[in-house]
């Protein structure tokens, strides 16, 4: 559960899960029971805690943790191992647990960092585009492992950052980027393509455009930003776009970024956008896979989309991120545009993605350096990192 310092019952719940679990925690409770059991802990199910879920509950006993009580009845109605964090029974299981995995922090499960008994890890959920420093940094100092995409990433870390530990630093490459991986050496591309439109209820006889911007940190830094995710008016605007040239455009907003029932419903009324938040459709991989050109600002799915091969257009906008960002012309790898240019430079690329790489010759200098193995999958590399702990 992502904690919103605005809303009131979040805090309710975070107090109450600290109390059960300091309370929990004492050595009293300590069993053998569940010595063996692997905690995931997250906003929600989805990326590389998903993907790891997948990989370990064959061989070992895998949940996935919640403070939110209508994802547990969500998972659960779907057979997923999960854990309210506010049941006591389910709360001694996470107590005696072997290992405890997060990808978004620990909130006050940061305690057991000083527990000797206790595998910590994190399975980082991607590259930031915001500059860290070593006060945000420190928070990963006393993990026992943290998995990270590849070596560049590694040197990014120790080098740009300057994390500290660098002895818990393992590259792994990342689970949820197994699924595109194998989207790619398959022989079946447009088969796939059509079957997962048809799923999401997509005309499968049009061009297919992913709008996924980040979400704004400091909204001062980007006030009166025309081209913001909050803005209707822009997304009316491309709207009329994907009317003009015939195509798809599947919104799908950052975690954090929230709409009012009002706004939703004027999405809803818009002719060729389609609403696609994580809360309803958790697998953005399929977006990735069925998507023409990815339309971004300062989202790091750009670094995941990049497998791909396919146009990426980054709008030419400022950063909300308070501390920067670090070697813009590395990150930000494709074209960036205005505005003016959204539709002929879609339009453009559609005609002809060779056009795009001629454009671009950043885009595979990024992928060749961030992605040093586009082949091998991180599977057997989690199970390998999970099975020396047992």
Same mark, same amino acid.
């Given at each position: 559960m992502k904690f919103n310092k605005f809303n009131?019952?979040?805090y309710i719940v975070f107090f109450y899960g600290y109390f059960l679990f300091s309370f929990f925690n004492l050595k009293i409770f300590n069993s053998e029971d569940n010595n063996k059991a692997?905690?995931? !802990? /997250?906003?929600?199910?989805? /990326?590389?805690?998903?993907?790891?879920?997948?990989?370990? +509950? %064959?061989?070992y006993k895998c949940y996935f943790l919640t403070l939110d009580y209508q994802n547990f009845k969500k998972l659960k109605s779907k057979n997923i191992n999960v854990l309210y964090g506010l049941s006591s029974k389910h709360l001694k299981i996470v107590i005696n647990s072997k290992i405890f995995i997060t990808d978004h922090g620990m909130h006050y499960f940061k305690k057991f960092l000083e527990n000797d008994d206790k595998i910590v890890i994190d399975v980082n959920h991607g590259i930031p585009f915001q500059r860290w420093d070593e006060k945000i940094m420190s928070q990963w100092n006393n993990f026992d492992e943290v998995w990270l995409l590849s070596e560049m990433h590694k040197k990014i870390y120790v080098d740009i950052f300057k994390h500290k530990n660098k002895e818990n630093l393992y590259v792994t490459g990342y689970g949820r980027l197994d699924y595109i991986k194998q989207f790619n050496n398959s022989s079946n591309k447009n088969i796939i393509i059509k079957d997962l439109k048809e799923k999401l209820n997509l005309p499968t006889n049009?061009?297919?455009?992913?709008?996924? #911007?980040?979400?704004?940190?400091?909204?001062?830094?980007?006030?009166?930003?025309?081209?913001?995710?909050?803005?209707?008016?822009?997304?009316? !605007?491309?709207?009329?776009?994907?009317?003009e040239l015939d195509l798809n455009?599947?919104?799908? #907003?950052?975690?954090?970024?929230?709409?009012?029932?009002?706004?939703?419903?004027?999405?809803?009324?818009?002719?060729?956008?389609?609403?696609?938040?994580?809360? +309803?459709?958790?697998?953005? %991989?399929?977006?990735?896979?069925?998507?023409?050109?990815?339309?971004?600002?300062?989202?790091?799915?750009?670094?995941? !989309?990049?497998?791909?091969?396919? #146009?990426?257009?980054?709008?030419?906008? #400022?950063? +909300?991120?308070?501390? /920067?960002?670090?070697?813009?012309?590395?990150?930000?790898? /494709?074209?960036k545009i205005d505005k003016d240019e959204i539709g002929s430079i879609m339009k453009k690329y559609l005609n002809n993605s060779s056009d795009y790489f001629l454009d671009c010759p950043q885009?595979?200098?990024?992928?060749? %350096?961030?992605?040093?193995?586009?082949? +091998?999958?991180?599977?057997?590399?989690y199970l390998k990192r999970v099975s020396k702990f047992f």
């Open positions: 009131f019952y979040h692997i905690i995931l !802990y /997250g906003h929600k199910f989805y /990326g590389n805690l998903k993907s790891l879920y997948e990989a370990t +509950s %064959e061989n049009k061009k297919t455009i992913l709008y996924a #911007p980040t979400w704004i940190h400091d909204k001062n830094l980007v006030k009166n930003n025309f081209m913001s995710p909050k803005n209707f008016d822009f997304l009316n !605007y491309l709207d009329g776009i994907a009317n455009i599947i919104f799908r #907003p950052h975690l954090n970024t929230k709409f009012t029932k009002r706004f939703k419903n004027n999405l809803n009324q818009l002719r060729n956008i389609f609403y696609m938040p994580q809360e +309803s459709f958790d697998n953005v %991989e399929d977006f990735l896979i069925i998507s023409d050109i990815l339309l971004t600002d300062y989202s790091s799915i750009s670094l995941d !989309y990049i497998l791909l091969k396919r #146009p990426v257009l980054f709008l030419n906008t #400022p950063y +909300s991120f308070n501390s /920067g960002i670090f070697n813009d012309k590395f990150m930000r790898f /494709g074209k885009h595979m200098k990024t992928l060749s %350096e961030l992605h040093e193995d586009i082949e +091998s999958t991180a599977k057997d590399n």
